[in-house]
């Protein structure tokens, strides 16, 4: 078997090359010619910063145990994507990556940039995993389904890219329906800015049928932000208005209390993304729980390229993992403490 220091270096090797060959030729949004892109934050660095140790972070392998991936990033490689110019990643962005804007009022624009910035993620992350699937194709099962995929893939989310970004360029004031938005009096320990394709609802009534690859059918995201900030953290949880395939959903959860409600959204966060960072400050017994690790791994089971040994990975996708049976970070149990406070 391949030794983790081997496996290790193969994997930094075959990144590099992926990253250089699915490097575009201009930036995404301005469309100018660049020779370097910026390092852009698919949650910005203003929130990561609020949850760092010493400006570090854990993120979401941490609860997957892959031993060829390193388990703790400084914030300056956290989330991080090229797609765009320096210039745009510092200005296009500007009116939500703003802590009084975020904690006064959410408008339909700072709602667009949001949606912007996990699209353009998105598509990076789809050039490089096509350039990485090429390099190691000979050990990837069914890679034609995978290209296929990634291509509705990237359909998919450069027209929501264009939806969002016409938003912004005639000023409209309408598009993005708010499901939550609310501010807690505490900063809780996880930050996140991702979309979620959900495939069933509260009742288990299907919302995108993630398995048909019909080019004709749609998958509808709704987006997913948490934002610590200072000394309060902010939840937003919202989907486009034409993306009615959510409207069930959304009449469900609100019928739900708040402490419910952050109860599912934390449950989705690790049931159906993998964009979110998480503070050194959680006690390991969170960090080490069962049942939180296991949902995250149903999330991650595509990272094994046949470089680990499958034995090495749990088949987390036979375990039934209820709501309640994970902690609840966004609840004030788990809150930080604030600088220059007792510890609780």
Same mark, same amino acid.
């Given at each position: $078997?391949?030794? /983790? !220091?081997?496996?290790?270096?193969? =994997?930094? *090797?075959?990144l @590099?090359?992926?990253?250089a060959? +699915?490097k575009?030729a201009?930036?995404?949004?301005c469309k100018k010619?660049?020779?370097?892109?910026c390092?852009?934050?698919?949650?910005?660095?203003?929130?990561?910063?609020?949850?760092?140790?010493?400006?570090?972070?854990?993120?979401?392998?941490t609860l997957?145990?892959?031993?060829?991936i390193d388990l703790?990033?400084?914030?300056?490689?956290?989330?991080?994507?090229?797609?765009?110019?320096?210039?745009?990643?510092s200005?296009?962005?500007?009116t939500?990556e703003?802590?009084?804007?975020?904690?006064?009022?959410?408008?339909?624009k $700072?709602?667009? /940039? !949001?949606?912007?910035?996990?699209? =353009?993620? *998105?598509?990076? @992350?789809?050039?490089?995993?096509? +350039?990485?699937?090429?390099?190691?194709?000979q050990?990837?099962k069914?890679?034609?389904v995978?290209?296929?995929c990634?291509?509705?893939?990237?359909?998919?989310?450069d027209?929501n890219y264009r939806?969002?970004?016409?938003i912004?360029?005639?000023?409209?004031k309408?598009?993005y329906?708010?499901i939550?938005?609310?501010?807690?009096?505490?900063?809780?320990?996880i930050a996140a800015?991702?979309?979620?394709?959900?495939?069933?609802?509260?009742d288990?009534t299907?919302?995108?049928?993630?398995?048909?690859?019909?080019?004709?059918i749609?998958m509808?995201?709704?987006?997913?932000?948490?934002?610590? =900030?200072?000394?309060?953290?902010?939840?937003?949880l919202?989907?486009?208005?034409?993306?009615?395939n959510?409207?069930?959903f959304?009449?469900?959860?609100?019928?739900?209390?708040l402490?419910e409600?952050?109860k599912?959204?934390?449950y989705?966060?690790?049931?159906?993304?993998?964009?979110y960072?998480?503070?050194?400050?959680?006690?390991a017994?969170?960090?080490n729980?069962t049942?939180?690790?296991?949902?995250?791994?149903q999330?991650?089971?595509?990272?094994?390229?046949?470089?680990l040994?499958?034995?090495?990975?749990?088949?987390?996708?036979k375990?039934i993992i209820?709501?309640d049976?994970?902690?609840n970070l966004?609840?004030?149990?788990y809150?930080?403490? =604030?600088?220059?406070?007792?510890?609780?």
């Open positions: $078997m391949i030794s /983790e !220091i081997d496996a290790r270096k193969a =994997l930094s *090797q075959i @590099k090359t992926s990253r060959e +699915s575009p201009e930036c995404f949004i010619t660049q020779t370097s892109f390092n852009s934050h698919s949650v910005p660095r203003m929130i990561l910063d609020n949850i760092a140790t010493s400006g570090c972070l854990l993120y979401s392998v997957v145990d892959l031993p060829i703790e990033k400084g914030i300056n490689n956290s989330g991080t994507f090229h797609f765009i110019c320096k210039e745009c990643d200005s296009f962005f500007s939500y703003n802590e009084q804007n975020l904690s006064t009022s959410i408008t339909n $700072m709602l667009a /940039e !949001i949606a912007i910035k996990y699209y =353009l993620m *998105q598509m990076s @992350k789809r050039h490089l995993e096509s +350039s990485l699937y090429n390099i190691i194709s050990n990837i069914g890679k034609d995978l290209d296929e990634h291509t509705l893939d990237l359909q998919n989310a027209f939806r969002a970004k016409k912004i360029d005639k000023e409209l309408s598009g329906k708010i939550l938005y609310e501010k807690l009096p505490y900063v809780v320990p800015q991702t979309g979620i394709c959900l495939y069933k609802d509260l288990d299907i919302v995108n049928n993630i398995y048909n690859l019909d080019k004709t749609r509808q995201n709704m987006h997913l932000c948490i934002f610590p =900030l200072k000394i309060e953290s902010v939840i937003i919202f989907y486009h208005k034409d993306d009615r959510y409207v069930s959304e009449k469900k959860f609100l019928k739900k209390t402490g409600q952050l599912i959204i934390n989705l966060l690790f049931k159906e993304t993998e964009n960072y998480i503070s050194k400050q959680l006690p017994k969170v960090l729980n049942n939180l690790r296991n949902l995250s791994r999330n991650h089971m595509g990272l094994d390229f046949n470089i040994n499958k034995e090495n990975v749990p088949n987390a996708n375990i209820g709501i049976d994970v902690p966004l609840s004030e149990e809150k930080l403490a =604030l600088p220059n406070t007792e510890t609780r």
